[in-house]
């Protein structure tokens, strides 16, 4: 269970990366609002895996999960730029979150 809230959060993470794209700087504040809510969301499931999860194990697949998805929101949505190097550093990156989970 702690691993599918994790995962809950690391979503969260990226979510709230979307939203503080689209805040402008903070000067929209409809989405300024939607990431504060989603930073706080993300960060309290975070809290709440790394109950029963390592720290370390848990902060890195969070983090990793939020990276990765940036990357592959911002390929998708906003246009960002898509090559060979990325594919693999993203691949790297899943490798990792799953070796993490493993050991």
Do not use: C, H, Q, R
């Not at 300024?32 to 902060?59: C, D, N, Q």
């Not at 697949?61 to 998805?69: E, K, L, N, P, R």
């Amino acid at each position: 269970m702690s691993w599918i809230v994790l995962i809950g959060a690391g979503l969260m993470e990226v979510l709230m990366v979307v939203a503080l794209k689209n805040s402008d700087s903070f000067k929209n504040k409809k989405w300024t609002v939607i990431w504060f809510l989603l930073s706080m969301l993300s960060l309290f499931l975070l809290s709440v895996a790394i109950k029963s999860l390592p720290l370390g194990t848990a902060y890195s697949v969070w983090t990793g999960i939020g990276a990765m998805g940036s990357v592959i929101v911002g390929i998708v949505f906003y246009k960002d730029s898509f090559n060979l190097k990325k594919v693999i550093l993203i691949t790297l990156i899943i490798i990792a979150i799953v070796g993490l989970k493993l050991v």
